[in-house]
DNA sequence: AAGAGGCCCTGATAGC
DNA sequence: TGCTATCAGGGCCTCT
């Protein structure tokens, strides 16, 4: 499911509901996610104080009070809800959360707090928490990853001397989390259109001015994502389950067959499976 | 070493 | 209605 803009909507919300609180309990309903949530997880998260809630590329990282992390990674089709705990019902004196269209199904994990809990659900299962246990180790998780689109890093130095060389076509280096973090299919389409890129050409053959462009447009169009409050094209939702809207913004993903949006282009997006992902661009104006 | 392809998994939808 | 096939926002592993 989620792309950068997406995670980092959920990490901004995370932030502002359980910043400073402490996990009250965690109960595990089901430990099948692509990394099987070790025994000791419930305990070790139990008592903990949320120091921090930051994200790097499509990871959101949890920063504990015993110097350790919970790395969370939501896969395909990972969200995560956060219900606020209503008052004590005065008849049956009992406290209840408010959660009426949550699919109960594939809820992994609740974290509870004192006013409220966090559920984690993962239908196909390829999203994944896991613990950290010092810095060092966080480092060594990430040594992999290239830069952001955002840091300073991702400039047009390391762009033009990472594509020298390489036959690989320039989509799937931008799904390339080695070369660049937190693009996922959707995005990388719609950078590929506004920088006028054809999906197919050879990493080695973009000339140093495209590659501004790729620079340029990868930073624009995850950050008015993330304005936009990221994109819903399936199940996309927020930890209060309302959707996005960035995906009224697409230009060329899932619009095949439709007209070009550029001024003045009488292009139609055409559709094409690179790599056993759909990519989306027009014919015309991506040269 | 780089790059292509398979695979992990469930659910929604399309087509017969 | 009910079957089967295909596809989905990610990333890791293996093979050549």
């Known amino acids: 499911m989620p792309e950068l803009p997406e995670v980092e909507i959920i990490r901004q919300s995370l932030d502002k509901k359980i910043k400073q609180k402490k996990v009250k309990k965690v109960i595990i309903r089901n430990r099948n996610l692509r ?11 139990e008592g903990q104080k949320i120091i921090n809630v930051k994200r790097f590329s499509k990871y959101i990282i949890l920063y504990l009070s015993n110097k350790s992390y919970c790395l969370l990674h939501l896969g395909m089709s990972g969200t995560v809800h956060i219900i606020s705990k209503r008052k004590k019902n005065s008849i049956t004196n009992t406290s209840f959360y408010s959660s009426p269209i949550l699919p109960k199904l594939h809820n992994h994990v609740e974290i ?20 950290i246990k010092n810095l ?13 689109p955002f840091q300073s890093e991702f400039n047009l130095e390391y762009i033009s001397s990472f594509f020298k060389g390489k036959k690989k076509n ?16 959707i995005y990388a389409s719609e950078i590929l259109f506004l920088s006028k890129i054809n999906p197919i050409r050879e990493a080695h053959l973009i000339q140093k001015e495209e590659c501004k462009k790729l620079m340029i447009n990868s930073r624009k169009v995850l950050i008015s994502a993330i304005k936009k409050g990221g994109s819903s094209i399936k199940d996309f939702k927020n930890t209060s389950g309302n959707k996005g809207n960035f995906q009224k913004n697409f230009k060329v993903y899932e619009r095949n067959g439709l007209n070009c949006k550029r001024f003045n282009c009488n292009g139609i997006i055409q559709k094409k499976t690179i ?12 040269i």
């Open 275 to 286: 790599s056993n992902r759909s990519t989306f661009f027009c014919n015309i104006c991506q």
């Open 170 to 185: 320039i989509k799937n280096f931008l799904l390339d989390q080695n070369f660049v973090s937190g693009i996922g299919n």
């Open 35 to 45: 990394l099987k949530i070790p025994l000791y997880f419930a305990t070790f998260l």
């Open 136 to 148: 060092n180790l966080l480092k060594k998780k990430f040594a992999n990853l290239g830069p952001e």
């Open 112 to 131: 509870i707090f004192e006013n409220l809990k966090v559920i984690y659900n993962d239908p196909r299962r390829f999203g994944f928490f896991q613990i």
